[in-house]
C-alpha cells in the first residue's frame, strides 16, 4: 500500500470548512484513498473512501486531484463533534472472491475545532 | 443502526490471568478484524478473518495470544496468560468485502490493563 504524509496538527474555527490534505505520491491505479477518523477515547469511524472521482456522503466530501498524488477531506461545517485525529489510507480494495486487506494507520492529522 | 459490540468494555486484571475478549460483528459482514491501539504503537493489526476463517494472524504473539470465530455472530481473543505489556484497547472490527472495496467498521473498543 502507497505512503501517505499529513500534517500532525491543524486548527479550524467552528462552522467553518475543515480542509484536510494528504499527499499520496507513490498511489497505483489500483489503490483507493480512504478517510478515517478517531475521536479520543472511541473506536475509529469511517468517513469516506474513493478513487478517482470525487466523492461526497453526509460527512463530508474528498476532492481527489487529477494526478491522484493527492487528495483533501473536506468538512464542510465543522464542530467541537469533529475535533479528532484523521487519518488517510492508501491501500487497494479487497474483493468479494479474493483476501481481506487490513488498515494501516499512519499518525494522521489532529484536529482541533475551536469554538 | 447497525453497530459493531465488544465486551467488555473494561477490564483489570492481574498478571498471569486470562483474558477473553469478545466481539459481535454487524449482522452479514464477512470479514472480522482484531487490532490493538497503544500510545507508543499506534494502531496494529493482531489477527483478521474471513467467513469465520483465520486468513492472517502474524501480528499476534502465538504463545499467549488466540482468535477464534466460533460462529458468524461472535469473535473472540484471548490472552494466557496476560502480561502487562498487554495494556491496551483492543478494537475489533468488521467489515463486507466487494469489488468495490471494503469499509471497516470499529467496536467501541476493549480498554484492558494487566497489573
Known amino acids: 500500500d502507497a505512503k501517505t504524509t499529513q500534517p500532525p496538527s491543524m486548527d479550524c474555527a467552528e462552522g467553518r470548512a475543515a480542509n484536510l490534505p494528504c499527499n499520496h505520491s507513490t498511489i497505483s491505479g489500483n489503490e483507493y484513498v480512504y478517510w478515517y477518523r478517531q475521536i479520543h477515547s472511541q473506536g475509529p469511524q469511517y468517513i469516506i473512501h474513493g478513487l478517482k472521482n470525487n466523492e461526497t456522503n453526509e460527512m463530508a466530501s474528498l476532492i481527489i486531484t487529477e494526478d491522484r498524488k493527492s487528495s483533501t477531506l473536506i468538512l464542510p461545517h465543522a464542530t467541537l463533534r469533529d475535533t479528532a485525529v484523521y487519518y488517510c489510507?492508501?491501500?487497494?480494495?479487497?474483493?468479494?472472491?479474493?483476501?481481506?486487506?487490513?488498515?494501516?494507520f499512519g499518525s494522521g492529522t489532529q484536529l482541533t475545532v475551536l469554538p | 443502526d447497525a453497530r459493531v459490540t465488544q465486551t467488555p468494555r473494561h477490564k483489570v486484571t492481574e498478571m498471569g490471568q486470562e483474558v477473553t475478549m469478545r466481539c459481535q460483528p454487524i449482522?452479514?459482514?464477512?470479514?472480522v478484524f482484531w487490532y490493538r491501539q497503544t500510545m507508543m504503537q499506534g494502531l496494529e493489526l493482531l489477527a483478521y478473518?474471513?467467513?469465520?476463517?483465520?486468513?492472517?494472524d502474524s501480528g499476534m504473539p502465538k504463545d499467549r495470544f488466540s482468535a477464534e470465530m466460533p460462529d458468524a455472530t461472535l469473535a473472540t481473543l484471548k490472552i494466557q496468560p496476560s502480561e502487562p505489556r498487554d495494556s491496551a484497547v483492543y478494537f475489533c472490527?468488521?467489515?463486507?468485502?466487494?469489488?468495490?472495496?471494503?469499509?471497516?467498521?470499529f467496536g467501541p473498543g476493549t480498554r484492558l490493563l494487566v497489573l
Open positions: 489510507i492508501v491501500r487497494v480494495a479487497g474483493t468479494a472472491g479474493g483476501s481481506a486487506r487490513q488498515l494501516t
Open positions: 478473518f474471513r467467513n469465520r476463517a483465520p486468513l492472517d
Open positions: 449482522l452479514g459482514h464477512n470479514t
Open positions: 472490527a468488521s467489515g463486507l468485502g466487494t469489488s468495490g472495496g471494503e469499509t471497516q467498521y
